[in-house]
């Protein structure tokens, strides 16, 4: 009996391996980095918006890891063939592969400026590079991902609230950061050494 349940065991490891292999791996890579992009830009979209408390060292924290996020090798994750799968990306990338790698340094840019502007105190300066950051996200979304979700609605972007930290130029200009925010972990643990709430929860899909 022992021996039959190994025996199943592994043959649903088996399975599990080749089906994993059927994905071409550079799609779990690009997921995995972005995930990281949306854990660290999502939460500092949020105490922008007042949907967690502005904390100045939380800022700092999660600017610093999106820096180092962003400083790794992105374009990586779609080499050729990538595209055929489960994939939010459009073919359009690899057809227009110039533009979407200028979009890409464009976003790398401001999130590396972003990075070092969280390390300061000014509430305007970063408001105003997080709403630079979300720009260069939208471009690259607008043209080269699959849209699944009424994300500005997700945003409230329109709703009146005492918290919200943000400007209306700066609201329309980080609605994509809320796609990077909605990822498929449902919750982000926040860097433990900062005081303050320990898990940061985007929107549902």
């Not at 200028?102 to 400026?113: D, G, N, S, V, Y």
């Not at 969280?118 to 105003?128: E, L, P, V």
């Not at 945003?155 to 609605?175: E, T, V």
């Not at 449902?186 to 929107?203: A, E, H, M, V, W």
Request: proline content about 7%; some cysteine; hydrophobic content about 40%.
């Amino acid at each position: 009996m022992t021996a039959r349940i190994v025996s199943l065991l592994a043959a649903a490891c088996l399975c599990s391996s080749l089906a994993v292999a059927e994905e071409h791996p550079a799609i779990e890579y690009r997921e995995s980095l972005m995930t990281l992009v949306g854990a660290n830009f999502g939460p500092m979209v949020a105490m922008l918006k007042g949907e967690i408390p502005w904390d100045d060292a939380r800022m700092a924290a999660y600017g610093k890891d999106l820096k180092a996020v962003v400083g790794l090798d992105i374009l990586r994750g779609f080499p050729p063939g990538s595209d055929q799968g489960e994939t939010r990306a459009k073919p359009g990338i690899w057809e227009n592969l110039e533009d979407f790698q200028k979009k890409l340094e464009a976003m790398q840019t401001e999130a590396t400026k972003l990075g070092d502007t969280a390390a300061g105190a000014d509430r305007k300066a970063i408001g105003d590079q997080i709403a630079a950051t979300g720009e260069t996200c939208k471009s690259c979304h607008d043209e080269y991902k699959k849209k699944t979700t009424d994300y500005m609605k997700i945003a409230g972007l329109g709703a009146s609230d005492s918290r919200n930290h943000s400007s209306p130029a700066q609201a329309a200009s980080i609605s994509s950061a809320i796609q990077l925010a909605v990822t498929r972990a449902p919750c982000t643990d926040l860097p433990p050494p900062i005081i303050g709430p320990s898990r940061f929860c985007p929107p549902r899909r």
